[in-house]
Each structure stands twice: as C-alpha cells, then as structure tokens.
C-alpha cells in the first residue's frame, strides 16, 4: 500500500488521541487497562511531535508513528492505525521504512507493546525479540543490521 509520511505539528494532539483510542482500545481492554481518560493521559505524556509522523494513504489521514532516538536505541512509539486502513499491509510497509532508516544509520530499534496485543507477532516477524516485561507492557528490540 502506498503511503506518505508527514511531519506531525503540536496542533495534531487532539486528533492523534482520537486515533489512539480507536487503534488500541481492543487491546487495552483485553488487558483491562482502558479508560478514556488513561489512553488521553498515557499519549500526551509522551508526546514528542518533533519525532511523530503522520502516515497519509493519499489525502486521508491512516495513523501515526513517533520514530526518534532514545538512549541506545531508536524508539518506535504511538505507531497506530485507524482500523480502516488495517489488515491491507499498510503497518508492513510503514514497518520496512522506518526500519530501512534505522539499519542505514546503524541503529537498534526499540518499541513497547501491551502483553495480549496481537501486535506482539506482527513485530516478531521484523526481527524485535524480547527484552523485559513490566506489568502489561513488553519490551522488545531489534538490533542493528548493516
């Protein structure tokens, strides 16, 4: 599937929010964490829009990921999908991108994921093995390629 990235501004906060909540509130009530409330709190704590993108399937707004450096690592955070555009491919191609960057700088990838995500395969099959669970959330990582 074709896809656009572009910059994501301070303005996109409310929007983004609205998109997480539609990507993620399945899983998170499957781990009896969602609320509302939380899911707002949870985004805007870690909002970073000089690192988020907006991912454009022509002029229609399909999700969004944060993609930026964080200690020893590049860190994937808040990579959603409206589910109108999931299932097609489009979390594939947005995933081969980002890593095709990170392995032409020379960097690990880092990413969180909630422990009954049906995320958890879609990321094993890009090479992000395990690294440390706390609570609901597993850390995964996948290092470096040349």
Known sequence: MNFTFHPAAP???ETLVALRIAALRESLERVGRFTPERARARFIESFRPEHTRLIRVGS?????????????AWEIEHFYLDPAFQGAGLGGAVMSALLAEADAAGHAVALTVLELSDANRFYARFGFSETGREGVDIFRRRPARP
């Open 11 to 13: 303005d996109d906060l």
């Open 60 to 72: 229609a707004l399909a999700g969004c990921v944060a993609f930026g450096p964080r200690e020893d």
